[in-house]
């Protein structure tokens, strides 16, 4: 069964700072991964994902993730936090092949950045 | 063009009351998805509809739990009877379509959700 975890319940990060949001999966299939990122009382949002080809995915807002099958890690990182990343970010994971097609969340990283 | 739409934004019910919430899809997109946010649980799948396939209800958290998609496009979750632990974000998402063997992965779109309180 797929499943996600993120590492980190809440991460602190200054304004300019890099930002590091840690994901662990696990998959039966070749997975696709995604990042979602989810601002106060508004819905989610796609950044990135990862379906197989290149391993390093560029997203939205400066975001990229790669795609590390050996440690079976999909990092989200940015080298320079603005004060606008503050928001929830979920990792998400679905395996293909199946009928579904549903979304498998990670618990969420609460992204906090200082001015 | 327009993203998911959802209605009521906020649902405030009486513990045995039913309600039913609304998604609107985005025009064109065959594959629908409901999911709920909840403390304690996170973000949960809880209902899939692909055309004219069966639903895949493997998500709905019980027989109180169900979901209509009308012509392909409209869909309407319906919680017969609420309980207190039913209060939770309900959140609509579509896409394109469906994952087939060997085809990139759909990116599904969300609407920004119902917020349903139980009292």
């Known amino acids: 069964a797929q499943s996600v975890t993120q590492l980190d319940s809440h991460v602190s990060v200054s304004e300019g700072t890099p930002v590091l949001l840690r994901c662990n999966y696990s998959s039966s299939y070749s997975p696709s991964l995604f990042w979602y990122v989810q601002h106060p009382n508004k819905g989610l949002q796609l950044l990135l994902k990862?379906?197989?080809?290149?391993?390093l995915v560029k997203g939205i807002n400066g975001f990229e993730a790669e795609f590390k099958k050996s440690e079976t890690s999909f990092h989200l990182t940015k080298p320079s936090a603005h004060m606008s990343d503050a928001a929830e970010y979920f990792c998400v994971v679905t395996g293909r092949g199946g009928a579904t097609n549903k979304l498998i969340f990670g618990t969420g990283t609460l992204l906090a950045v200082q001015p | 063009g327009a993203g998911v739409s959802q209605s009521p934004s906020n649902k405030v019910t009486e513990k045995g009351k039913d309600v039913e919430l609304r998604c609107d899809p985005i025009s064109g997109h065959t594959a629908l998805y409901w999911y709920r946010q909840s403390l304690g649980q996170g973000l949960e799948f809880l209902i899939y509809f692909q055309g004219n396939s069966a639903p895949d209800k493997s998500g709905l958290p019980s027989d109180r739990f169900s979901a209509e998609r009308t012509g392909g496009s409209v869909s309407t979750l319906t919680i017969q009877r609420t309980q207190q632990e039913d209060s939770a974000v309900y959140l609509c998402?579509?896409?394109?379509?469906?994952?087939?063997?060997?085809?990139?992965?759909?990116?599904?779109?969300f609407g920004p959700g119902t917020r349903l309180l139980v009292l």
């Open positions: 998402a579509s896409s394109l379509a469906p994952v087939r063997s060997g085809r990139a992965q759909e990116t599904q779109y």
């Open positions: 990862y379906t197989s080809a290149a391993t």
